[in-house]
């Protein structure tokens, strides 16, 4: 099996030792390519994600401010995303979004930085990494208005009607270790109805590990049980869910088998 990592955060502190490995047992697992959101404590270091791409094979970067850090976003901020943006190693804008559940910045700070984000990806022409928390609504009504790109909704915990939501907008939908906790049933029947060619999966490492790794710090070679938990969901063998969204994260980012 091949597969993608579309969503870990390999820059964050819990890796600073052991990164290296990590990669390597990711590897073994057959998982060649990760994608590293670059979020990291936000601004105005905006280039976490850019060095671990410069250093790993298969390793490649998002740029992009988190909502939790949406208050320390300034006019100097946008100007270093657009740049970073033209980056090769840059896929993606990413992971942007509304988090009404922590309110680490105020939330009408969280809108104003997400729109002006939606904006330079736009410019850019990538696809973005969307990050949504108790937060439906409000997410929806920026992105109807806002972008007609494509797009991932990262971690996606939302139920069945929330899933053709997202994909009535164009967006990839991509699943995580909840998918695989006992009580995340909705996520599941969600998980049943993307159509093959929407799907992705994620880690969201260090955080969310699947069952039967779950309250350890998640790795992406991890990936594997949620993997084979949302083919069992779906009724296909663990192969066709890893082929499918391998070949899904390289059409939307527009990168080569
Ligand atoms: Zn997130
Ligand atoms: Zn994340």
Redesign the pocket.
């Known amino acids: 099996m091949t597969l993608v990592d579309s969503h870990v955060h390999l820059d964050h502190e819990q890796f600073r030792d052991d990164v290296d490995a990590c990669i390597a047992r990711a590897q073994d697992q057959g998982i060649t390519r990760m994608l590293t959101i670059g979020t990291g404590d936000g601004p105005p270091k905006l280039d976490c994600a850019l060095e671990l791409a410069a250093r790993y094979e298969g390793v490649y970067a998002t740029v992009g401010v988190h909502p939790h850090e949406a208050s320390k976003a300034n006019p100097a901020t946008f100007d270093g995303l657009r740049h970073l943006l033209k980056e090769p190693s840059v896929l993606a804008l990413g ?1 942007i979004g509304l988090d009404y559940h922590y309110d680490f910045s105020p939330r009408e700070v969280q809108r104003e930085v997400f729109i002006e984000q939606l904006r330079l990806a736009r410019e850019a022409g990538k696809p973005v990494i969307i ?1 949504t928390r108790e937060a439906w609504p409000d997410t929806l009504d920026v992105l109807r208005r806002e972008w007609s790109g494509p797009g991932i909704m ?2 996606f915990t939302g139920d069945e009607a929330q899933a053709r939501e997202a994909l009535d907008l164009g967006f990839h939908l991509s699943f995580g270790g909840v998918l695989t906790f006992q009580k995340a049933e909705n996520v599941r029947q969600a998980a049943a109805i993307v159509p093959e060619d929407r799907l992705l999966v994620e880690t ?1 490492a260090p955080y969310l590990a699947p069952i039967p790794f779950r309250g350890k710090r998640n790795e992406p070679a991890f990936m594997v049980e949620t993997v084979k938990r949302l083919a069992a969901v779906r009724g296909v063998p663990p192969e066709q869910v890893a082929s499918a969204t391998t070949a899904n994260f390289h059409r939307l980012m527009g990168c080569e088998d």
């Open positions: 992971e990050h990262h971690c969201d």
